[in-house]
């Protein structure tokens, strides 16, 4: 059984920074991969970055490299916490944010290699 809870949305003006948290925990196996989603209303869900926890590999999408960054806290723990640090931000960031946790091994890019999703966290940037 995996947990996931996301926390940290809010409204923030256009340029202005969010940090996202996820804690995630899992009962009786460890998950290989935690990332970060979003969809905005009427959009797919978008990949945004991830986390390998074998060898602490991060990977972000194109769109927001260089303004999002993921950091990691416990990693080594059953209970682990993501962070998304997301600066610059403009109006196209508002969506709802999701955490998601993967079994697989690589850093997968599209919604299908996650097998656990949080609720997500409601972000709107105010141009």
């Known amino acids: 059984q995996v947990q996931l809870v996301e926390s940290g949305g809010g409204l923030v003006q256009t340029g202005g920074s969010l940090r996202l948290s996820c804690a995630a925990s899992?009962?009786?196996?460890?998950?290989?991969?935690l990332g970060w989603f979003r969809q905005a209303p009427g959009k797919e869900r978008q990949f945004l970055g991830a986390?390998?926890?074998?060898?602490?590999?991060?990977?972000?999408?194109d769109s927001v490299k260089g303004r999002f960054t993921i950091s990691m806290d416990n990693i080594k723990n059953a209970e682990t916490t993501m962070y998304l640090q997301m600066n610059a931000l403009k109006p196209e960031d508002t969506a709802v944010y999701y955490c998601?946790?993967?079994?697989?091994?690589?850093?997968?890019?599209?919604?299908?290699?996650?097998?656990?999703w949080g609720q997500g966290t409601q972000v709107s940037v105010s141009s």
């Open positions: 998601a946790a993967g079994l697989q091994s690589s850093l997968i890019t599209t919604t299908r290699g996650y097998n656990y």
């Open positions: 986390f390998r926890f074998s060898d602490g590999t991060t990977g972000y999408a």
């Open positions: 899992a009962r009786t196996f460890r998950f290989h991969v």
